[in-house]
């Protein structure tokens, strides 16, 4: 499975509730499973940038022991790689 956040310009939203306010964004992604591609959109606090992403952990849940995924977030691998410094004890003498 892999998911690619699609480089659209994201769209932004309010939804109004119950006296409380939400200012979100909505952005388009790509889902391959078996290498069968469908598209999706998704809400978001904070725009993703467009490349690689994975599902948030707190996207699933289970149900009558089926696992379901009700709102799906993302969290984006871009830029995680450059995140990482390497330890001194990983650099060479």
Do not use: C
């Not at 409380?20 to 499973?33: G, I, P």
């Not at 469908?38 to 904070?46: I, P």
């Not at 149900?63 to 830029?79: A, E, F, I, M």
């Amino acid at each position: 499975m892999q998911i690619e956040v699609l480089g659209r310009p994201p769209e932004a939203a309010t939804f109004e509730g119950n006296g409380t306010v939400r200012h979100y964004f909505k952005q388009w992604a790509t889902l391959t499973v078996d290498g069968l591609p469908t598209s999706f959109e998704f809400s978001t606090d904070e725009v993703l940038p467009a490349g690689p992403a994975v599902l948030d952990p707190r996207s699933f849940s289970v149900v009558n022991g089926r696992l379901q995924v009700t709102r799906p977030r993302l969290v984006s691998l871009v830029g995680a790689a450059t995140a990482v410094k390497p330890s001194s004890a990983a650099k060479v003498a």
